[in-house]
């Protein structure tokens, strides 16, 4: 069925809104972009570039599946454009969906041979699906094509580091844009690695609380070395940190803008292993490094169940993070095979909307819920200290829990595991001797993870003493170049 054609009357109104939409969408006006773009397609729905930019303004505010049927139908009106087949990819591969963008990207590229994105949408697609060496040459690639790419450079840092090549890792990550709005509330130049001594230093805050945790460890360090420490994190760290060794000053996020201090430079915290030359077989990882308030910690201990081995457990991360539908549990119920453990006290260690699920557990699994008292993470490590073990998905608890040297199970899922765990290992040079990492074998399947970790509390609360596990490989034998 062919559609009837419209008036030049028509065809003139839906290009003028055409061009409107675009004009809003390039001044950051989304929602007035696509109002002027449906209008646009409702005089003319032949209007195969209004459905394209209507594609993308609907993915830019997460309307997924609308964003991808108007790629797909602009694609099938005009299969020869490349950039919507770009978005298209783009959009799968962000939907955890690398199988079905691998063809896309593909076609992207016999559409646009030259664009250093459609090499980078390739070879992150090739990563997800585990073809790395082919993920490499995609991204050197796109490299060779715009040098100074940052998703380029990012995606090839998580590569490099997830293979423990940690020289060229980190200095792929020096192209990361997340910190740059900090840094220009910081009114002094960049510290570049050069002799910290006698230097009031400002370390500003990056990523997520996991993030701050496992890398707040270089900060005494940089005070072995003279420098005085300011550091900026997220209101929910700012007490934690307060006790961390050389810190003169913790600064929350939010109050930044406003703070002054005498700093002499300022460094972003995760590169602060590129300025100490961080190797697999050289992380500084005495444990422990962070410390829990006595008074905190007693008052915790009064709360928690007199018998049996305590065991944290936390199931979800931020809804927010990429990859939290891979990395998440989908609900307490999927730990219940814990609860049939005996001599084990399960503690509630989950905050945000899944803290609740802890005050309705399945049946015949008895937890003690006390997520929702937790105010920060101060309180956190307090309650932490008091457990015999932690059993947590990649989220932050999963960090401090080790940080503080309480022994800890990280359940860890196989589509995109993050680059700090190492490819093949059961352990964690981050956190040595208290990080044990059990990993799915197969994409979604957390029962089979779940029986494993049963099977192992079961033989712990019976007499054996948590441990790490045994590293798969050597430290140090992933090799160091690019």
Not at 10 to 28: F, K, N, P, S, V
């Amino acid at each position: 069925m062919t559609l009837p054609p419209i008036s030049a009357s028509a065809a003139a109104r839906a290009e003028r809104l055409y061009h409107q939409g675009i004009a809003c969408l390039e001044a950051g006006q989304g929602q007035q972009a696509e109002a002027h773009l449906r209008q646009a397609l409702v005089l003319a729905p032949q209007l195969t570039r209004a459905r394209a930019n209507l594609g993308y303004v609907l993915e830019e505010r997460g309307a997924w599946a609308e964003a991808e049927a108007a790629y797909r139908r602009a694609l099938a009106e005009d299969p020869g454009l490349g950039p919507v087949w770009l978005n298209l990819g783009g959009l799968l591969l962000s939907r955890g969906r690398a199988e079905e963008a691998l063809p896309v990207c593909l076609q992207t590229l016999t559409l646009l041979p030259g664009a250093a994105a459609a090499w980078v949408n390739l070879g992150a697609a090739c990563i997800c699906l585990e073809d790395f060496a082919q993920g490499e040459r995609c991204l050197l690639k796109a490299l060779s094509l715009e040098p100074d790419r940052p998703s380029a450079h990012i995606n090839l840092a998580y590569l490099l580091l997830r293979q423990g090549r940690y020289e060229a890792g980190w200095e792929c990550l020096e192209a990361r844009p997340w910190y740059r709005e900090l840094a220009a509330h910081a009114h002094c130049p960049r510290w570049r690695g050069e002799a910290p001594a006698g230097r009031h230093l400002l370390v500003l805050c990056e990523a997520g609380h996991g993030d701050m945790i496992q890398f707040c460890r270089y900060l005494p360090l940089l005070e072995a070395r003279g420098a005085r420490l300011s550091l900026v994190c997220q209101p929910a760290l700012v007490r934690l940190f307060a006790a961390l060794p050389g810190v003169e000053r913790v600064i929350p996020l939010a109050d930044l803008p406003g703070a002054r201090g005498d700093w002499d430079a300022w460094v972003p915290l995760m590169s602060l292993p590129r300025h100490f030359a961080t190797r697999v077989d050289s992380i500084p990882a005495a444990l422990p490094y962070l410390q829990a308030g006595a008074p905190e910690r007693q008052a915790w201990r009064r709360r928690l169940p007199a018998a049996g081995l305590r065991v944290g457990l936390a199931w979800r991360g931020n809804p927010r993070f990429e990859n939290d539908g891979e990395r998440s549990l989908p609900g307490l119920w999927t730990l219940a095979p814990l609860a049939a453990v005996p001599g084990i006290a399960l503690v509630s260690l989950q905050k945000g909307e899944a803290e609740e699920e802890a005050l309705w557990p399945p049946a015949g699994m008895h937890i003690a819920a006390l997520g929702s008292e937790l105010t920060d993470f101060a309180d956190t490590a307090a309650l932490i200290a008091n457990l015999d073990l932690v059993i947590a998905v990649d989220t932050a608890v999963a960090h401090l829990a080790a940080a503080l040297g309480v022994p800890c199970w990280l359940l860890l899922p196989r589509y995109k595991t993050d680059w700090r765990w190492l490819e093949g290992r059961q352990d964690s040079p981050w956190y040595p001797g208290v990080m044990r990492l059990f990993r799915q074998e197969r994409r979604g399947d957390w029962d089979e993870v779940v029986a494993r970790v049963a099977g192992e509390l079961a033989a712990w609360a019976a007499g054996a003493t948590p441990d790490s596990g045994t590293p798969a490989l050597e430290e140090g034998a992933h090799g160091e170049g690019a």
